[in-house]
């Protein structure tokens, strides 16, 4: 299948800008559209091709060495015994294609999805294999993280800030290039996102009411895309939306893919037809193996070959999970054998969900469509170091304006928490002016004197025992205020 790829000439990503200029103007920033400004610098910026090719992956969990009481109650890392979660896993994806990585609950999908994107993962992960971008070993590159982003599964978006201002901060602390050419490329995220409609509402929270939850995922989308990256992953990125949501989303993603030529790896949970139908790559994990990886659209005819028709009604990703659950062989166990789930041998179960799984994979790797992974497509050229398109770090003071900045916002916008704050300092200043009051004022600090002028120290203490209880009530005091300012920055 690749090879056929590998022919085809990448889509005109030039085009998408041209067409970009003639669109309809937006209400805020307008004048930067209409100017024309920045545009130059996005057409740039854009013409990075990247292929992600991964070797022989294989990524094991150690048992953990610590033996501490609070990994033993949290139950984090039990392990006894070295258990693999990605198991030689081979692939590659090409610019202009949507990648979707489907697999049950703890198929492995995040810890695969982590480990192509650099991420640091878990210190006990213990992995093996090679990832290439453009041919050239991931590890010898310095920036491949200026190439790529990664969209999180939960949002991290301030609920006070509107939707563009949250593109513009994200553009502002990233990007390094005039003010113009961050408001443009802003204008073209939120057209791009079909968030131009919703610019100017508050992304919302429990205490504000703001915009939709598809509309807030394809914000955080935005915030990670500002940078303009040719390679994108994205983990459960329809996680909590509805099927409508999700669908829009998703086809925001494939636009990405297929309009502007970047690679777009995804790990998602139960997509619709809709949404299946947009991915042009699927990955099937189950317990950490590759079961199928090629086009999307082949999967039903290749799985009904095997014996696993998919109904003509069912959603065919819904028919993949069903057919790679360990589910799935519990219930026909059970059917066969006329027993209560009370009664399931579950090492007979785990050993024939095995028997499945060694079943799907020996006939993918018979096929004929496991992709050559190694093939790079003719269009890429490797990746420099000294590429004009990677994106420099903007200098710390300006970082710490911005952020000073959208913290002084978020107070003024959301007042009740500092109502609360107030509240709190009040009381506490209360309490310690109570207990300190006056401590080392001068009537303390020059004691009364008897007619022969000698200090009268009370409770008979001398001048020594004095001043050091002084001392030691100005030391409690500041001792007490630093420790309450520093619990509340907590
Ligand atoms: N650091 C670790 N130590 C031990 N086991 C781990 C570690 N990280 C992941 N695992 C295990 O590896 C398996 C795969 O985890 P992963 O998070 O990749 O699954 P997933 O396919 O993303 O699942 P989900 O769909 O629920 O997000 C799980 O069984 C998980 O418990
Ligand atoms: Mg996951």
Redesign the pocket.
């Known amino acids: 299948m690749l090879n056929e790829d590998a022919d085809t000439p990448l889509r005109d990503t030039q085009g998408v800008f041209e067409s970009m200029d003639d669109g309809p103007m937006m209400d805020v920033g307008a004048k930067y559209d209409t100017a024309g400004l920045g545009l130059e610098e996005i057409r740039k910026s854009t013409k990075q091709l990247m292929q992600l090719t991964w070797l022989d992956i294989e990524i094991t969990?150690?048992p953990s060495q610590k033996k501490c009481g609070c990994c033993a109650s949290s139950g984090?890392?039990m392990?006894t015994k070295p258990?693999v979660?990605i198991d030689h896993v081979s692939g590659t994806v090409q610019p202009g294609q949507f990648l979707a990585i489907i697999?049950?609950?703890?198929?492995?999908?995040?810890?695969?999805?982590?480990f192509l994107s650099g991420r640091e993962?878990?210190?006990?992960?213990d992995r093996t294999g090679k990832i290439l971008v453009n041919g050239s070993d991931k590890d010898t590159m310095k920036n491949f993280s200026s190439y790529s982003a990664y969209v999180q599964?939960d949002d991290i978006l301030f609920q006070t800030m509107t939707v563009r201002e949250c593109l513009t901060f994200a553009a502002r602390l990233k990007l390094q290039a005039r003010e113009e050419e961050k408001i443009a490329r802003v204008n073209h995220m939120l057209k791009t996102l079909k968030l131009v409609k919703c610019q100017n509402t508050r992304i919302g929270g429990p205490l504000v009411k703001g915009v939709s939850g598809g509309e807030r995922k394809r914000t955080s989308i935005g915030v990670e895309l500002i940078t303009d990256p040719n390679l994108v992953f994205l983990?459960?990125p329809t996680t909590g939306l509805d099927s409508f949501t999700a669908t829009s989303v998703m086809e925001s993603l494939s636009d990405l893919a297929s309009k502007e030529n970047r690679t777009v790896i995804s790990?998602i949970?139960q997509p619709n037809t809709d949404i299946f139908d947009m991915f042009d790559r699927l990955v099937l994990?189950a317990r950490?193996k590759i079961i199928y990886f090629n086009r999307a659209d082949l999967a039903v005819d290749y799985f009904s070959n095997l014996g696993y028709t998919c109904p003509d009604t069912s959603n065919p990703c819904d028919y993949f999970m069903s057919m790679m659950s360990k589910e799935s062989i519990e219930l026909d166990y059970a059917d066969e054998n006329a027993i209560g789930e009370a009664g399931l041998d579950n090492q007979k179960i785990d050993e024939e969900y095995e028997k499945l799984i060694i079943f799907f994979v020996e006939n993918y790797f018979k096929s004929e469509l496991v992709c050559p992974a190694e093939q790079v497509h003719p269009d890429i050229v490797p990746l420099r170091d000294d590429d004009d398109s990677i994106q420099v770090q903007t200098p710390w003071f300006y970082q710490y304006k911005l952020l000073a900045t959208r913290n002084f916002l978020n107070v003024v916008r959301l007042p009740q928490t500092s109502y609360v704050k107030l509240t709190t300092t009040c009381v506490t200043a209360t309490f310690v002016a109570f207990f300190f009051w006056q401590v080392g004022a001068a009537h303390y600090v020059n004691p009364p004197v008897n007619s022969a002028g000698e200090a009268i120290y009370p409770n008979g203490e001398n001048a020594s025992q004095y001043y050091t209880g002084i001392f030691q009530n100005i030391q409690g005091s500041l001792f007490f205020m630093t420790m309450n300012v520093t619990m509340n920055a907590i």
């Open positions: 969990a150690q984090a890392n392990l258990k979660i697999g049950a609950s703890g198929a492995g999908k995040t810890t695969l999805l982590n993962i878990s210190q006990n992960l599964q983990d459960e790990t949970h994990l950490g």
